[in-house]
């Protein structure tokens, strides 16, 4: 069972790689509800993704495990029971 976790995703109307990472990140939450999912869209908030080291999208953020492409979903899963001891 997840606790409360978040999941931060930096990503680009206009990048097609960003898609799939859309498509995994809604089926994700789909099956678990609980997790909570800040997307930011660099094209509108461009310092925060500048401030948060960003430079390359999609970025998928976990505690301190950063993805930039999408992640196979049992990895994405696995680091989210890590964050959880």
């Known amino acids: 069972m997840y606790m409360a976790h978040k999941i931060i995703y ?3 109307a206009l990048c097609p790689r960003c898609r799939f990472t ?3 990140l ?3 939450q789909t099956t678990h509800p609980e997790i909570e999912i800040e ?3 660099i ?3 461009p310092a925060r993704a500048m ?3 960003i ?3 999609p970025a998928v953020i976990i505690g301190n495990l950063r993805w930039y492409h999408a992640p ?3 990895e994405l899963e696995a680091a989210l029971n890590e964050e959880q001891v």
């Open 55 to 57: 430079w390359m999208i």
């Open 10 to 12: 930096y990503k680009s």
């Open 26 to 28: 809604s089926k994700l």
């Open 22 to 24: 859309d498509r995994l």
């Open 43 to 45: 094209l509108t908030n």
């Open 39 to 41: 997307i930011i869209e």
């Open 51 to 53: 401030q948060d080291g």
């Open 72 to 74: 196979p979903l049992l």
